[in-house]
């Protein structure tokens, strides 16, 4: 069993970054994808971001070019997120596919807790 924490949220001003952090408790498996999602309130959790075993992204339309995936070692992910918007305004949730690349949260074996990002002036 993995469990996954999230850390790096807050509050900020638009225009500015974050870097969210994903711990897990144990080593990931190669073979997993890495996959980040949030939730605003009265929203659906959405897909934002994604990262195949051998490296290759996915990202929404709505944070291309503002959002980068990354992961450091077996244990621990990021999202790095830039210009932020406040209709990026959500708990954000780290989470962990064993069949590999999905866009949708039911595919996702793995979540963590989430982590509140609040984007406003």
């Known amino acids: 069993q993995v469990h996954l924490a999230e850390s790096g949220g807050g509050l900020v001003q638009p225009g500015s970054s974050l870097r969210l952090t994903c711990a897990a408790s144990?080593?990931?498996?190669?073979?997993?994808?890495l996959g980040w999602f949030r939730q605003a309130p009265g929203n659906n959790r959405e897909f934002v971001a994604g990262?195949?075993?051998?490296?290759?992204t996915y990202y929404a339309d709505s944070v291309k070019g503002r959002a980068t995936i990354s992961r450091d070692g077996a244990e621990t992910f990021y999202l790095q997120m830039n210009t932020l918007k406040p209709e990026d305004t959500a708990i954000y949730y780290c989470?962990?596919?064993?069949?590999?690349?999905?866009?949708?949260?039911?595919?996702?074996?793995?979540w963590g807790q989430g982590t509140q990002v609040t984007v406003s002036s």
């Open positions: 989470a962990i596919a064993r069949k590999g690349y999905s866009r949708r949260s039911e595919d996702y074996n793995y």
């Open positions: 144990i080593r990931i498996y190669s073979s997993s994808f």
């Open positions: 990262m195949r075993p051998n490296g290759n």
